[in-house]
């Protein structure tokens, strides 16, 4: 499958505090339908100066059983159809932790200057249709990622 990701941020240079208003839009360049999905998306800075989004499921931890899993939402994309999906992400991008004393919080992770945004979206061949006990690694195991698709945006403190 060929799917293609272009970026395009509201605006280039933005200041810590506020959202950048990125929008993913999304091509299937192959004669075949396909599942993107269009929710879900993990937000953190993988660099001082890099800010990394999937767009996709992520793999659960290895003996990870989760019972309730809900399947991200899937938009049906048709050959040579393209969508749009918005993408806001808070500046400073925030990473959930445990803490001993306080239990779950949030700690900002600062990027500046000149940052780059990594966005992969994750598709389906057909639509998700779970037919184990284990709906998460079966999701996972049927998704396809495109290539990371980047932009820079400028992020004065």
């Known amino acids: 499958m060929a799917v293609e990701v272009r970026l395009r941020p509201s605006r280039r240079t933005y200041v810590s505090g506020e959202s950048v208003d990125l929008r993913a839009t999304i091509r299937n360049s192959s004669t075949r339908a396909i599942h ?26 290895n003996g990870l059983c989760y019972y309730g899993y809900i399947p991200p939402r899937t938009q049906r994309l048709g050959g040579g159809r393209t969508i749009v999906v918005p993408l806001p992400i808070g500046l400073p991008p925030r990473e959930g932790a445990i803490d001993s004393a306080t239990g779950y919080v949030w700690r900002e992770q600062p990027v500046s200057g000149s940052v780059t945004i990594a966005v992969t979206v994750g598709y389906l061949e057909k639509a998700f249709e779970p037919k184990t006990t284990a709906p998460w690694a079966e999701f996972v195991e049927q ?15």
């Open 36 to 61: 993107v999905v269009t929710e879900t998306a993990y937000i953190w800075r993988s660099g001082p100066d890099r800010i990394t989004v999937l767009l996709a499921e992520s793999p659960p931890a």
């Open 143 to 157: 998704q396809q990622t495109t290539q990371p698709a980047t932009v820079r945006i400028r992020v004065a403190t």
